[in-house]
């Protein structure tokens, strides 16, 4: 049989255990990294905590390791679901166990398995280069409006020819910042550049703000990326994936928006996070927030800098998954 939960399938060594291979059990030898990680995962989301197994704390990678304590938790899992059964106490991941895990947990693909298949945070890395491509992008042209807006910059009157470099960053400011609204446009602007280079700097040192996870709630619910309030790591579930032909996953350009957003969450703390501000791109609400609220919009950095990029308002972002 194939296992269909999103964080059993796609494992070789998993899929010739439940076939009736070999079980999957405490080290020595050790077994399968990939596999035991699976399983540690799949134990924490039936609600089985693996504090010494998870080193990096609950929203971090676990070790890999089939010790003592995943295998004392194969075996409460084991004990809750065959009680009348000691025989199958045995804290392994065999058959019959791997079978009553997957039926238990939320269906869907994980990333394909084999060599050169990607975890999520490392299709992310990936997915970084077209962000950091964006974000070069707004930020030029965001030197460009802060030059017209400075004093003796010569901001434009009516009537008069704007060129096409400015007149596409101030459409985008518009758009996605409704500059027309701050108080003081200079000021707005370069807090604008702030966030950007923070997060640049975020997306610069990826490897140690992207993770995985496939235990939050926000995996199991099958958000692709989200950032935990106050914990300051960019977390990828199953669901962060390459575009499939029966349209699960996610485009190039969907998923390097989500890279590019997540981290305004993490250097705009707390109020990228405050619900007034994170509203969606494609809600009619976006074209109506001030300045004030869509300076801590993380899906308007990300609009903005495809925008100062493409030269048109594209939003590529989780509302076009083909992209």
Same mark, same amino acid.
């Given at each position: 049989?194939?296992?269909?939960?999103?964080?059993?399938?796609?494992?070789? %060594?998993?899929?010739?255990? $439940?076939?009736?291979?070999?079980?999957?059990?405490?080290?020595?030898?050790?077994?399968?990294?990939?596999?035991? &990680?699976?399983?540690?995962?799949?134990?924490?989301?039936?609600?089985?905590?693996?504090?010494?197994?998870?080193?990096?704390?609950?929203?971090?990678?676990?070790?890999?390791?089939?010790?003592?304590?995943?295998?004392?938790?194969?075996?409460?899992?084991?004990?809750? $679901?065959?009680?009348?059964?000691?025989?199958?106490?045995?804290?392994?991941?065999?058959?019959?166990?791997?079978?009553?895990?997957?039926?238990?947990?939320?269906?869907?693909?994980?990333?394909?398995?084999?060599?050169?298949?990607?975890?999520?945070?490392?299709?992310?890395?990936?997915?970084?280069?077209?962000?950091?491509?964006?974000?070069?992008?707004?930020? %030029?042209?965001?030197?460009?409006?802060?030059?017209?807006?400075?004093?003796?910059?010569?901001?434009? %009157?009516?009537?008069?020819?704007?060129?096409?470099?400015?007149?596409?960053?101030?459409?985008?400011?518009?758009?996605?910042?409704?500059?027309?609204?701050?108080?003081?446009?200079?000021?707005?602007?370069?807090?604008?550049?702030?966030?950007?280079?923070?997060?640049?700097?975020?997306?610069?040192?990826?490897?140690?703000?992207?993770?995985?996870?496939?235990?939050?709630?926000?995996?199991?619910?099958?958000?692709?990326?989200?950032?935990?309030?106050?914990?300051?790591?960019?977390?990828?579930?199953?669901?962060? %994936?390459? &575009?499939?032909?029966?349209?699960?996953?996610?485009?190039?350009?969907?998923?390097?928006?989500?890279?590019?957003?997540?981290?305004?969450?993490?250097?705009?703390?707390?109020?990228?996070?405050?619900?007034?501000?994170?509203?969606?791109?494609?809600?009619?609400?976006?074209?109506?927030?001030?300045?004030?609220?869509?300076?801590?919009?993380?899906?308007?950095?990300?609009?903005?800098?495809?925008?100062?990029?493409?030269?048109?308002?594209?939003?590529?972002?989780?509302?076009?998954?083909?992209?």
């Amino acid at each position: 049989m194939a296992l269909e939960s999103a964080i059993l399938s796609g494992s070789p %060594r998993l899929e010739q255990a $439940v076939s009736g291979g070999s079980s999957v059990k405490k080290r020595p030898p050790d077994d399968d990294a990939d596999a035991v &990680r699976r399983i540690q995962n799949a134990l924490v989301a039936l609600g089985i905590p693996l504090p010494k197994s998870f080193p990096n704390g609950p929203g971090g990678a676990p070790d890999g390791i089939f010790g003592d304590e995943t295998h004392k938790g194969l075996q409460k899992f084991q004990q809750q $679901v065959f009680p009348s059964s000691p025989g199958e106490w045995d804290g392994r991941a065999g058959k019959k166990t791997l079978t009553e895990m997957d039926q238990r947990l939320p269906k869907g693909a994980a990333p394909p398995p084999g060599p050169q298949a990607l975890t999520m945070s490392a299709l992310a890395e990936h997915d970084k280069v077209t962000s950091l491509l964006w974000a070069g992008a707004a930020l %030029r042209s965001l030197a460009t409006a802060r030059l017209h807006f400075s004093p003796g910059g010569g901001a434009s %009157r009516p009537g008069q020819v704007v060129p096409p470099p400015l007149r596409i960053v101030l459409q985008a400011l518009e758009t996605h910042f409704r500059l027309s609204t701050a108080a003081n446009k200079l000021a707005t602007i370069d807090f604008i550049i702030g966030v950007y280079q923070k997060t640049v700097h975020v997306l610069g040192a990826s490897s140690q703000f992207f993770i995985d996870d496939t235990t939050s709630q926000e995996a199991l619910n099958g958000t692709p990326a989200h950032v935990p309030f106050g914990k300051g790591k960019v977390n990828f579930t199953p669901a962060f %994936r390459e &575009r499939t032909a029966d349209a699960k996953g996610f485009g190039p350009k969907c998923r390097a928006a989500m890279v590019l957003h997540e981290p305004v969450h993490i250097v705009d703390h707390p109020q990228a996070s405050n619900a007034d501000n994170h509203i969606h791109e494609n809600s009619a609400e976006y074209a109506t927030k001030p300045a004030k609220n869509q300076i801590h919009n993380a899906h308007s950095y990300a609009c903005f800098a495809q925008h100062c990029f493409f030269g048109s308002d594209t939003r590529f972002g989780i509302g076009k998954p083909d992209q």
